[in-house]
């Protein structure tokens, strides 16, 4: 049994319900890699060395106290202390990541799945996380990682070199940071994306987008494709339910933009918390004025989890709702998430309508798509294709 002692202080309620389920390596990686894959020397160390580097973008205070400069929360930080992700800590007045290399959970999973669907339609990424994340949403469904410190939480060591061997070895074309949130692992991150580009993998980012500029500047240069979840559109649901802000996740949207980045927005619709009508209309507003209306925006069917359990799913004609809401605002590519079989799984090309990329739940069923282009019309659909 694990030593109550030890958990975070977001962790013990949760904990509590999660039981023995904890020492796995997450709920949805039970299964084990393709066999092609040797994971014989990928055991847990006895100790934490292979996992510890200096972390990146951070500022040496007096008193042996540091800041962290990685997302808008700006942690200081004192000696032997922790910032609030749980796996960045102070020791001695240098910051560490304890994160580096240290995989928690680990799948094939379709692109789709992520959702990214201008991006490689019908191939894989090799997907992985490590423990940790720099919000709390009440509605997390991989809370059983993303609450928990590293030591509290199975893993393996698969460092950056690894994952591309593993990339060839199960014929994916992309290394997939996600699950958890890929901001907190972020050296990790970096040094595996700029091992996998020049193998001729891509590696993209499935975030929530809370994190510095002067941190995203540098790590875009070494990604492929990004899909931010847009929580909400208001400040208080970022406060009351993501222990977040809202202003820094437009920045990086914005920030994305400017610098070319092909990116993909999620947004989970909860019934009554960020549902409304015109806060959707707003949002999507926003989109197309500052973004343009070429970004795919997914709206997601919420199930009960985590501290959230009392509200019912998401009702279909909210999301299909909010589909019209998008599309009246002039967005181009609109989906709907988590209701497998719906017409709005699919792409339909703006210029003549037809069907450019027909889906069913994370399989594709059509491709009218030649050179990026829709075979119908020949109008240029974007997004990255080959």
Same mark, same amino acid.
């Given at each position: 049994?694990?030593?109550?002692?030890?958990?975070?202080?977001?962790?013990?309620?949760?904990?509590?319900?999660?039981?023995?389920?904890?020492?796995?390596?997450?709920?949805?990686?039970?299964?084990?890699?393709?066999?092609?894959?040797?994971?014989?020397?990928?055991?847990?160390?006895?100790?934490?060395?292979?996992?510890?580097?200096?972390?990146?973008?951070?500022?040496?205070?007096?008193?042996?106290?540091?800041?962290?400069?990685?997302?808008?929360?700006?942690?200081?930080?004192?000696?032997?202390?922790?910032?609030?992700?749980?796996?960045?800590?102070?020791?001695?007045?240098?910051?560490?990541?304890?994160?580096?290399?240290?995989?928690?959970?680990?799948?094939?999973? %379709?692109?789709?799945? #992520? @959702? $990214?669907?201008?991006? &490689?339609? /019908?191939?894989?990424?090799?997907?992985? !996380?490590?423990?940790?994340?720099?919000?709390?949403?009440?509605?997390?469904?991989?809370?059983?990682?993303?609450?928990?410190?590293?030591?509290?939480?199975?893993?393996?060591?698969?460092?950056?070199?690894?994952?591309?061997?593993?990339?060839?070895?199960?014929?994916?074309?992309?290394?997939?940071?996600?699950?958890?949130?890929?901001?907190?692992?972020?050296?990790?991150?970096?040094?595996?994306?700029?091992?996998?580009?020049?193998?001729?993998?891509?590696?993209?980012?499935?975030?929530?987008?809370?994190?510095? %500029?002067?941190?995203? #500047? @540098? $790590?875009?240069?070494? &990604?492929? /494709?990004?899909?931010?979840?847009?929580? !909400?559109?208001?400040?208080?649901?970022?406060?009351?339910?993501?222990?977040?802000?809202?202003?820094?996740?437009?920045?990086?949207?914005?920030?994305?933009?400017?610098?070319?980045?092909?990116?993909?927005?999620?947004?989970?619709?909860?019934?009554?918390?960020?549902?409304?009508?015109?806060?959707?209309?707003?949002?999507?507003?926003?989109?197309?004025?500052?973004?343009?209306?070429?970004?795919?925006?997914?709206?997601?069917?919420?199930?009960?989890?985590?501290?959230?359990?009392?509200?019912?799913?998401?009702?279909?004609?909210?999301?299909?709702?909010?589909?019209?809401?998008?599309?009246?605002?002039?967005?181009?590519?609109?989906?709907?998430?988590?209701?497998?079989?719906?017409?709005?799984?699919?792409?339909?090309?703006?210029?003549?309508?037809?069907?450019?990329?027909?889906?069913?739940?994370?399989?594709?069923?059509?491709?009218?798509?030649?050179?990026?282009?829709?075979?119908?019309?020949?109008?240029?659909?974007?997004?990255?294709?080959?």
């Amino acid at each position: 049994m694990m030593d109550r002692s030890t958990l975070s202080r977001r962790g013990f309620l949760s904990a509590s319900a999660a039981g023995c389920g904890l020492w796995s390596l997450s709920a949805f990686a039970q299964d084990p890699l393709p066999p092609a894959i040797d994971l014989s020397l990928d055991a847990s160390p006895k100790e934490d060395s292979l996992f510890v580097k200096e972390a990146m973008h951070y500022k040496k205070l007096d008193a042996l106290r540091v800041e962290c400069r990685l997302c808008p929360r700006r942690c200081q930080v004192a000696d032997q202390e922790r910032g609030y992700c749980g796996v960045r800590e102070n020791r001695g007045g240098t910051y560490f990541t304890l994160v580096h290399s240290r995989a928690c959970t680990y799948h094939v999973d %379709p692109i789709e799945k #992520k @959702p $990214l669907f201008h991006f &490689l339609p /019908g191939t894989n990424a090799f997907s992985i !996380a490590t423990a940790g994340c720099n919000m709390e949403c009440k509605f997390c469904q991989n809370w059983n990682i993303s609450q928990f410190r590293p030591e509290q939480i199975r893993s393996l060591y698969l460092p950056p070199e690894r994952l591309v061997k593993a990339c060839g070895e199960t014929h994916s074309k992309s290394l997939a940071f996600t699950y958890s949130e890929p901001v907190v692992f972020y050296e990790y991150m970096f040094d595996a994306a700029a091992a996998a580009r020049p193998a001729g993998i891509r590696p993209v980012m499935i975030s929530n987008g809370y994190i510095e %500029p002067e941190a995203m #500047k @540098p $790590l875009a240069a070494h &990604l492929s /494709g990004v899909k931010i979840d847009l929580k !909400a559109f208001t400040e208080k649901f970022y406060r009351d339910t993501c222990s977040g802000e809202l202003k820094p996740v437009l920045e990086t949207l914005r920030l994305l933009k400017s610098l070319g980045m092909w990116f993909e927005i999620v947004v989970l619709l909860v019934p009554t918390l960020n549902d409304g009508e015109e806060e959707i209309r707003q949002m999507c507003k926003w989109i197309a004025d500052e973004l343009g209306p070429d970004v795919p925006v997914h709206f997601s069917r919420y199930h009960p989890t985590y501290k959230i359990q009392n509200l019912p799913p998401t009702p279909e004609r909210t999301l299909v709702r909010a589909h019209e809401i998008a599309r009246q605002q002039g967005l181009h590519f609109v989906y709907l998430g988590n209701v497998p079989g719906h017409p709005a799984e699919s792409t339909y090309c703006p210029g003549c309508g037809e069907v450019v990329i027909g889906r069913y739940g994370y399989h594709i069923t059509q491709m009218n798509l030649q050179d990026g282009k829709c075979k119908k019309c020949g109008r240029a659909i974007p997004g990255v294709w080959s």
